[in-house]
């Protein structure tokens, strides 16, 4: 009975492609997240999104597009994949706009 | 632009002693802060938290301190066990969004048996 659960858990793709990674939370949560860890090891925010809505919207490149078909569901789709995608995505949800905020186990993507 | 610091990368000790895990932050608009526990392979997990109301928060072996003035938090074990052995990250969130974590870079703590 995962929490916050990520598909796939590892994505290697070639430049240039398309992929997407999905993200589901049973906790009844109605705030979800993406998070990017890169290679500094920093964890930054990307988006966020309550009931279905987009609430955070930080410096992303458009080639990034979160979609959340309802509240339990946040996927991240990412266009035109680049090198300086690489990165480990963790999603992660809360109940409102909580700074308590429970991950999942991170999808980590490599672009060759 | 780092506004949640770790200056400490690693840090090791012995089972049983003191762990003291540091933060420093520079946005004085953070009113709450958190710690996050991550084992390889896992994504984080909430451990404790404190607002800028408090100054300490305690729950079992896990206290944080919090000094505002110096902007500064303090994460302590004790009794340090092995199993406590992972990366701790320190977050903030506040003003604008509350939300919005801001994460600092981690330090990876090693409990020796």
């Known amino acids: 009975d995962t929490a916050v659960s990520q598909t796939p858990k590892y994505l290697v793709t070639q430049m240039g492609n398309d992929k997407s990674i999905k993200c589901e939370q049973n906790?009844?949560?109605?705030?979800m997240y993406w998070y990017k860890q890169d290679s500094k090891k920093f964890l930054k925010i990307m988006f966020s999104?309550?009931?279905?809505?987009?609430?955070i919207n930080e410096t992303v490149p458009n080639r990034f597009s979160p979609k959340s078909p309802d509240k339990a569901h946040l996927n991240l789709h990412i266009n035109s994949l680049e090198l300086g995608d690489s990165a480990v995505y963790f999603c992660?949800?809360?109940?409102?706009?909580?700074?308590?905020?429970?991950f999942g186990p991170g999808t980590r993507l490599t672009v060759l | 632009d780092q506004q949640v610091k770790q200056n400490s990368p690693s840090l090791s000790v012995q089972e049983g002693r003191i762990s003291i895990l540091n933060c420093d932050y520079t946005?004085?608009?953070?009113?709450?802060f958190l710690w996050y526990k991550k084992y390889p392979a896992e994504g984080p997990t909430f451990l404790i938290s404190?607002?800028?109301?408090?100054d300490k928060n305690e729950d079992g072996r896990f206290t944080v301190f919090l000094n505002k003035s110096a902007k500064h938090l303090s994460l302590h074990i004790v009794p340090s066990q092995p199993g406590d052995s992972a990366v701790y990250f320190c977050?903030?969130?506040?003003?604008?969004?509350?939300?919005?974590?801001?994460f600092g870079k981690g330090t990876k703590l090693t409990v020796n048996p």
């Open positions: 992660a949800s809360s109940h409102g706009a909580s700074a308590m905020q429970f």
């Open positions: 906790l009844g949560h109605d705030t």
């Open positions: 999104y309550n009931n279905k809505e987009l609430i």
């Open positions: 946005n004085s608009m953070f009113d709450y």
């Open positions: 404190i607002s800028s109301i408090k």
């Open positions: 977050a903030a969130s506040g003003g604008s969004g509350s939300e919005k974590l801001v």
